[in-house]
């Protein structure tokens, strides 16, 4: 009984939250959007998926209320803030030389992967790659897939604002498959999946005209879907479970595992090198890696940073049972690395603080559109979905394309940006 309250009570807080913001490609429209489906799924309690603890459910809807709270706080401050109407636009030349040296990196690790290993069902399941050098992993991993999510990110900006273009398609689908094969693991098909569902919900939601913006992208895009389902399939296939059962257990069992993963770090001791709080370097271990990575072979190091890697890297990867016959791992949700930073007031003073500042670059790009502020908005809202597996800022190859994003932007005139984005907008008219 008390499961279904605290299912009903998310439903209410999506509710209210669609009568505050209105707009449904808001950012706490679309992060309690996702809560709901996740809390909805849970409670069906498919192929047997375990009960998660009572007080666990309470902690995730608090940590929902939090970040949505966040939300109401930035949206008050920024709309009494006066607008600097600056707008920026990304340097395409910059960004296909760099579209260029990411394709060169992963070309080659994709090359050497599929010259020395096999694609087994669990090459393919839990991700391998045969050993390279050290200069390589640091080359792809700062510099290469940051630059894939920052390209997937500006190609799906350039269509939600009426630039439809066949090169940065095939850029940014080139850089995908790379990926794939280069990494063996598939966390940029689901940053291309949400990125697309987020730009055809912002299209079909804005007061702006999208038919010319359909029509552009109506031939190409059945042929991207068709791939990417068949993608879906074969990966389906080979790891030997329906599709359904992998898209309903990847979605639910957060809930399970968060719950389990919760109570054994409570039982750690604070003192211990596990269980003690890492004051950011958990959540945030993503941002900051790239400083430690040079600070560690001269010598510099940091126990609480240890610790936060270990964490993530060798704790959260232990399978758990959350059904009778199957085991997950690592989808704990963002809230248990916020716990490892700050305990129990860390699951709901991070949220808060996230929501403000995502709601208030949402603002800004409300105010004044451009190309660059949608594209570090899309990487967020990806990030956004990512939290009911792990803090969005946790995975340094994906938390890197911010920095990628905006070394990649350059001032724009605003009369002249706005007078182009005008005239685009009436052609899309006619």
């Excluded at 069902?121 to 050993?131: F, H, I, K």
């Excluded at 299209?203 to 389902?229: A, C, R």
């Excluded at 899309?378 to 394309?401: C, H």
């Amino acid at each position: 009984m008390e499961e279904i309250l605290c299912i009903v009570i998310v439903w209410i807080i999506f509710g209210i939250t669609i009568l505050i913001f209105k707009k449904v490609y808001s950012p706490a429209v679309l992060f309690t959007g996702l809560w709901t489906l996740i809390f909805s799924l849970y409670g069906l309690h498919l192929y047997g998926l375990f009960y998660a603890d009572s007080n666990c459910l309470w902690i995730l809807i608090g940590g929902i209320g939090a970040f949505v709270l966040g939300c109401v706080c930035g949206q008050v401050f920024q709309s009494n803030k006066k607008t600097s109407g600056r707008t920026y636009e990304i340097n395409e030349k910059f960004l296909e030389k760099l579209f260029f040296l990411s394709a060169c990196i992963l070309g080659y690790g994709a090359v050497h992967n599929l010259q020395n290993l096999s694609l087994s069902v669990q090459v393919l399941r839990y991700g391998g790659e045969m050993n390279i050098s050290l200069i390589y992993v640091i080359l792809r991993d700062f510099i290469a897939v940051p630059i894939v999510f920052a390209v997937i990110c500006y190609f799906l900006a350039k269509i939600a604002l009426g630039e439809f273009s066949i090169k940065w398609m095939l850029y940014a689908v080139l850089l995908v498959v790379l990926d794939i094969f280069a990494l063996l693991e598939q966390l940029c098909i689901y940053a291309l999946v949400i990125g697309a569902i987020f730009t055809a919900l912002y299209i079909f939601t804005t007061k702006k005209s999208h038919i010319k913006i359909y029509k552009k992208i109506k031939k190409y895009f059945k042929y991207i879907l068709i791939v990417l389902i068949i993608l879906i399939i074969i990966i389906a296939n080979l790891r030997e479970i329906s599709l359904f059962r992998q898209i309903y257990s990847y979605l639910a069992c957060s809930i399970t595992l968060f719950s389990i993963d919760y109570n054994e770090f409570c039982n750690l001791s604070r003192d211990s090198f596990l269980g003690q709080y890492t004051y950011g370097l958990a959540s945030f271990q993503g941002l900051v890696r790239h400083l430690f990575a040079i600070l560690e072979p001269i010598g510099i190091s940091s126990n609480l940073f240890d610790s936060a890697s270990y964490f993530y890297a060798n704790y959260l990867i232990l399978p758990k049972y959350v059904t009778p016959g199957g085991t997950y791992n690592s989808f704990v949700t963002m809230f248990l690395y916020f716990y490892k930073d700050f305990g129990f007031a860390g699951m709901f003073i991070i949220p808060f603080f996230l929501g403000t500042i995502i709601q208030r670059i949402f603002i800004k790009f409300t105010k004044t559109p451009d190309v660059y502020k949608l594209s570090l908005y899309i990487f967020l809202v990806i990030g956004l979905f990512f939290s009911y597996i792990q803090s969005p800022f946790v995975d340094k190859k994906f938390a890197f394309a911010i920095v990628i994003l905006f070394i990649s932007r350059k001032r724009t005139n605003a009369v002249k940006y706005k007078l182009k984005f005008s005239k685009r907008r009436r052609e899309e008219l006619i």
